[in-house]
C-alpha cells in the first residue's frame, strides 16, 4: 500500500526559512501537491510538481522532488506568522481521478 | 481557483439521529467527488469516492450502509451520516475533481460533526 510520512512537528523563527519534508513508498505517483491547512478549516492548494520535475519554484515556496529516494521537500522562504498550519503532502497516482494519498502532515509553528 | 462550498461547517446532532452534510463545485462540474475524515491531529482519510451519477465506491473499513453518499449531479455530492454516535464526531472534508489523471481536486470549508 501506500505510506507518506511527515515529520510532525516544525518550529522557526519568523524571517527564516522552513523545510518540510515528506517521503513516500510508492514511486507511480503522478503529482504531488503541499496542502495547507489552518485550525478548523479546509485544505488549501499551496504547490504541486509533476513527477518528472525536480524542482518548482512560485514565490516564496520551493519544492524539490528526489525520485531516487522518494523524498519530496517544501522550502518556505522568509516565514511569516501567518503560515503557522499544518502541512499536508500528498499524491496522486495514474488513473485514479484525483484520489489523493495524503502525508500525516507537519504542523509549522512560527516564533517571533 | 475553483470554489467548493461544504456546508453546514459545523453541526451538533443527538445520538441515533441522522446528519446530511453538502458538498457543492460553484463554479465548475465536478465528475468525482471525494470524502474525507480527519481525526484530530491526524491526516486525512479518504471514505469513498463518488462519480455523478454511479454508486459511491467506499474505502476498506468504512461502513457503506452508515456513511451515505449520494452524487446526483454534477455540482452536488451529499454525505449523510445514520444513526450518528459519538464516535462519528470528526472533521468531514469533501474535494471536487472536474477531470482524471491527476486533474486537481478542490477541497471544501470541512464540516466539524460533533455528537451528543
Known amino acids: 500500500g501506500e505510506d507518506v510520512e511527515q515529520s510532525l512537528f516544525l518550529s522557526v523563527r519568523e524571517g527564516d526559512s522552513s523545510v518540510i519534508n515528506c517521503t513516500y513508498t510508492?514511486?507511480?505517483?503522478?503529482?504531488l501537491y503541499w496542502y495547507k491547512q489552518e485550525p478548523g478549516a479546509g485544505l488549501q492548494l499551496l504547490t504541486y510538481?509533476?513527477?518528472?520535475?525536480d524542482m518548482k519554484q512560485d514565490q516564496r515556496l520551493t519544492v524539490l522532488l528526489n525520485k531516487k529516494d522518494k523524498h519530496l521537500s517544501l522550502r518556505i522562504a522568509d516565514t511569516q506568522t501567518g503560515d503557522s498550519a499544518i502541512y499536508f503532502c500528498?499524491?496522486?497516482?495514474?488513473?485514479?481521478?484525483?484520489?489523493?494519498?495524503f502525508g500525516t502532515g507537519t504542523r509549522l509553528q512560527v516564533t517571533l | 481557483g475553483a470554489v467548493v462550498s461544504q456546508h453546514p461547517s459545523r453541526v451538533i446532532c443527538k445520538s441515533g439521529t441522522s446528519v446530511k452534510i453538502e458538498c457543492r463545485s460553484l463554479?465548475?462540474?465536478?465528475?468525482?467527488m471525494f470524502w474525507y475524515r480527519q481525526f484530530p491531529k491526524k491526516s486525512l482519510m479518504l471514505m469513498a469516492t463518488?462519480?455523478?451519477?454511479?454508486?459511491?465506491?467506499?474505502e476498506q473499513g468504512v461502513e457503506k450502509d452508515k456513511f451515505l453518499i449520494n452524487h446526483a449531479s454534477l455540482t452536488l455530492s451529499t454525505l449523510t451520516v445514520t444513526s450518528a454516535h459519538p464516535e462519528d464526531s470528526s472533521f468531514y472534508i469533501c474535494?471536487?475533481?472536474?477531470?482524471?489523471?491527476?486533474?486537481?481536486?478542490?477541497f471544501g470549508q470541512g464540516t466539524r460533526l460533533t455528537v451528543v
Open positions: 474535494s471536487a475533481s472536474s477531470g482524471g489523471g491527476g486533474t486537481e481536486a478542490f
Open positions: 510508492d514511486s507511480s505517483s503522478t503529482y
Open positions: 510538481i509533476f513527477s518528472n520535475m
Open positions: 500528498a499524491e496522486v497516482f495514474t488513473g485514479t481521478a484525483s484520489k489523493l494519498t
Open positions: 463554479d465548475f462540474q465536478a465528475t468525482t
Open positions: 463518488s462519480n455523478e451519477g454511479s454508486k459511491a465506491t467506499y
